[in-house]
C-alpha cells in the first residue's frame, strides 16, 4: 500500500515539473527546386542529429507553409538552399516582418541566388547580389576570422569542393566576412560555354554575418553538393552560424 502511495506521488511530482526548455527553436527551410533537391535526404538526417546533439527544437519545412504561421517562435530560420524570394507575397511579408522583429536568419548557397531586381529588400539582406558560378570545383578557403562561432573547430587554411558564387559590390560596410576562397586554387573562368565568370580576385568571400534591419543574417555560400551535408567540419560550420543567429553569441562584440 505504502509503495503504491509513493509510486502515485512520484507520478504527480513529474507531472506537475515543467517540461525542460530546449536552448531555442529553429526553423529549416528546405524547399526543393531544379537544381537543389538532392541534399534534402542527406541533410535532413544530418539536421535532426544536430538538434538532439545541441539540444534545440527543430521544424523542417518542405513546402513553404510554415511562412504562413507565427515565425516569431523561432530563433532562427535556416534557408538551406531555399530562397526566400521563392515565397509569395503573403509569405515575404511575414518573413520580412520577423527579420524586422530581431529574427536571426542563416543564408545558405542557393538561398543566394535570386534574379537581380526580383527583391532588393532580400538581396540587401543578404549582403550581396549573386552574379554567376563557375563548374563545381575544389578550392582552398581561408578562415578569415577564426573568432566567429561559425569558424570555430575549422582549419585556418580548408580543402572544399563546391560552386564558387560570384557576386556583386556588398550593399554596405557592415558585412563581415569569416572565408573567403583563393582564386589561384581553382579556375574561376570554367565555366558553360556561352557564360563569362571572371573571378573576384585577391579578397572572394564566401561567408559573412552582419546585422540588418534590427536583425542577425550569415550567409555561407558553401553548400551545394549533397556530400556535404555528411562533413563533419561543414556541419559545424552550419551549426556555428545558427547557433549565433539564434542567440547573438559567441563574438566579441554580441549583435
Known sequence: MIAKRLMLLACLWLACMPALAQQFKVLVAAI???YH???????KPQFERMARRHDFALTWDWDGRAFD????????????????????PARRANFQKYVRAGGGVVAVHKAFA?????????????????????????????????THPATAGLPK??????????YDPPYSDDLHVVMEVDE?????TAIWPGQVAKGMGRHHPVAWYHAFEGGRVFA????????????????????????????GRGIDTPR
Open 32 to 34: 526543393p527546386n531544379k
Open 37 to 43: 533537391h538532392d541534399y534534402i535526404p542527406v541533410a
Open 69 to 88: 504561421g507565427d515565425l516569431s517562435q523561432y530563433q532562427a530560420i535556416v534557408l538551406l538552399n531555399s530562397p526566400a524570394s521563392d515565397l509569395d
Open 114 to 146: 535570386i534574379k537581380k531586381g526580383d527583391w532588393d529588400w532580400y538581396d540587401r539582406m543578404i549582403g550581396r547580389s549573386f552574379r554567376t558560378h563557375p563548374y563545381l570545383q575544389t578550392a582552398m578557403v581561408d578562415v578569415i576570422d577564426p
Open 157 to 166: 587554411r580548408w580543402l572544399w569542393s563546391d560552386e564558387w558564387y560570384e
Open 184 to 188: 589561384r586554387s581553382y579556375d574561376p
Open 220 to 247: 555561407t555560400a558553401l553548400g551545394h553538393p549533397p556530400e556535404a551535408y555528411d562533413d563533419a567540419l561543414y556541419l559545424g560550420h552550419l551549426y556555428g552560424a545558427i547557433y549565433w543567429a539564434a542567440t
